[in-house]
Nanobody, 125 residues
Framework: QVQLVESGGGLVQAGDSLRLSCAASGRSFRNLHMAWFRQAPGKEREFVAAISWSGANTYYADSVKGRFTIDRDNAKNTMYLQMSSLKPEDTAVYYC??????????????????WGQGTQVTVSS
């Protein structure tokens, strides 16, 4: 079973950049599609970005398109989320998640069955 651990969150100002990492244990990481989700206080968990097992295909929520970049290094069992031009509305707990489903690109929470514990990102105005 793959276990996921996020890191890299913190407090930044609007317009700053931040890079999140998701370290995975287990040999099957390279066979799994991966994604980032986020959840702000009082709101539902929402899709941010997804990447196929090979890294060849990526998908983004409209709210982050052009500002965030998802990628992965299968040799290091790690996925990343590079966030730039951060806005206060990006403030949330960010979770990485893994899925073996071909429907991973739809960004549905129910498609992902392995989750990390989350890392807090706070963007001040």
């Amino acid at each position: 079973q793959v276990q996921l651990v996020e890191s890299g969150g913190g407090l930044v100002q609007a317009g700053d950049s931040l890079r999140l990492s998701c370290a995975a244990s287990g040999r099957s990481f390279r066979n799994l599609h991966m994604a980032w989700f986020r959840q702000a206080p009082g709101k539902e968990r929402e899709f941010v970005a997804a990447i196929s097992w090979s890294g060849a295909n990526t998908y983004y929520a409209d709210s982050v398109k052009g500002r965030f970049t998802i990628d992965r290094d299968n040799a290091k069992n790690t996925m990343y989320l590079q966030m730039s031009s951060l806005k206060p509305e990006d403030t949330a707990v960010y979770y990485c998640a893994a899925s073996g489903s071909g429907a991973y690109y739809r960004g549905s929470v129910s498609v992902y069955d392995i989750w990390g514990q989350g890392t807090q990102v706070t963007v001040s105005s």
